[in-house]
């Protein structure tokens, strides 16, 4: 019999976002699909009911009432593992991937293929990503448009002639993580963490397929990321997200006043010139197949709005009043 897996997620993005990462993973084979909505949404609640193998669970206050320790985790961190955990509990699938709401995995057939043919003694496989980035000139009208970067090897060397006087702002030639995700073998006893198990147990690294990153569903959504990620308690920023995001965030506070020098931030952050898509190829970190999750959504019953215009109007209305603050003119 092969292995079957299950996905679990805590996730406070715009509906469209969710709903099209619960319906793609149930496409992809996924036994279930647990979304944990960290706040009531009665949109994405709706989406999600449609969609069989999707089991959705309110984190209320009634939710958090109900847990050992009594009250919601002030830290996002903290609440997706609560909940990782309780999936790993309780499934019945044989192995719990646990991601965020912007990552894809992007082949189903070739993960199952993985799982069957892991040694016994592997507590878990790692899904390296694939974060998007935009081709210069083609950012396109849905949030899923662009091509995949891979991280650079030898990246003291090759990221300097990828990105030049930049190469500090990314993290091995990402704007986001490297580390990826787990695939975390189900009775095993294991204690889920964001990336990882905790304790690092024998494992290995997936090699025919990959996690779709998508860090910034639009360009307002990554500059909401930084700066959200600069506002948190001090004593949080900096150590919870290493050098390179660190250098992102706090670069963006210094723009965020002046349009033009923030929208180039951005930009460059998250834009491959004709230049830098050559050299990537080189040195075979370019993944340009396209993703396009609509057919999928399509098959479920869904046509939620993927563009760029309609994803951004959602986040205006969700952080209405950290933009107002921090910068009113994107509000």
């Known amino acids: 019999m092969k292995p079957n897996w299950a ?13 099209t990462f619960a319906a793609h993973h149930l496409a992809q084979g996924a036994a279930a699909v647990h979304v944990f909505l960290d706040q009531p949404d009665v949109e994405a609640q709706a989406m999600l009911a449609r969609l069989p193998g999707c089991v959705v669970t309110v984190c209320d206050a009634a939710y958090w009432a109900s847990t050992p320790r009594g009250k919601r985790p002030g830290l996002h961190t903290t609440r997706q593992a609560h909940n990782a955990r309780r999936v790993y509990a309780q499934t019945d699938a044989d192995w719990l991937l646990h991601c965020d709401a912007d990552e894809f995995l992007r082949d189903g057939d070739a993960l199952r293929a993985e799982l069957a043919a892991a040694p016994v003694h592997a507590m878990y496989l790692r899904l390296l ?56 073998r189900v009775g095993a006893q294991m204690q889920m963490g964001i990336h990882a198990p905790l304790g690092k147990p024998p494992h290995q690294a997936i090699q025919s397929t990959r996690l779709l990153h998508f860090d910034g569903l639009t360009p307002l959504h990554f500059t909401l990321k930084l700066l959200r990620r600069a506002h948190e308690p001090p004593s949080r920023a900096s150590d919870r997200h290493g050098a390179a995001r660190s250098t992102q965030f706090w670069s963006l506070c210094e723009a965020v006043a002046d349009a033009p020098l923030r929208t180039a931030l951005v930009s460059t952050l998250k834009t491959l010139d004709h230049r830098q898509i050559k050299q990537l190829r080189r040195f075979g970190c370019l993944d340009e197949t396209g993703f396009d999750p609509r057919p999928v959504l399509a098959a479920a019953g869904l046509d939620p709005d993927l563009s760029v215009a309609a994803f951004d109007t959602c986040l205006r209305q969700r952080y209405a009043g950290f933009l107002q603050m921090h910068a009113p003119d994107l509000a």
Not at 132 to 161: C, K, M, S, W
């Open 7 to 19: 996905v679990v997620a805590t996730v406070d993005e715009p509906a469209a976002l969710v709903a």
């Open 129 to 184: 990503v694939a974060e998007r980035a935009y081709p210069q000139g083609i950012i396109g009208d849905d949030i899923f448009t662009g091509v995949f970067r891979h991280e650079l090897v030898d990246y003291p060397r090759n990221g300097a002639r990828v990105y030049g006087e930049m190469r500090s702002f990314f993290h091995y030639g990402l704007t986001g993580h490297k580390a990826g995700k787990a695939v975390v």
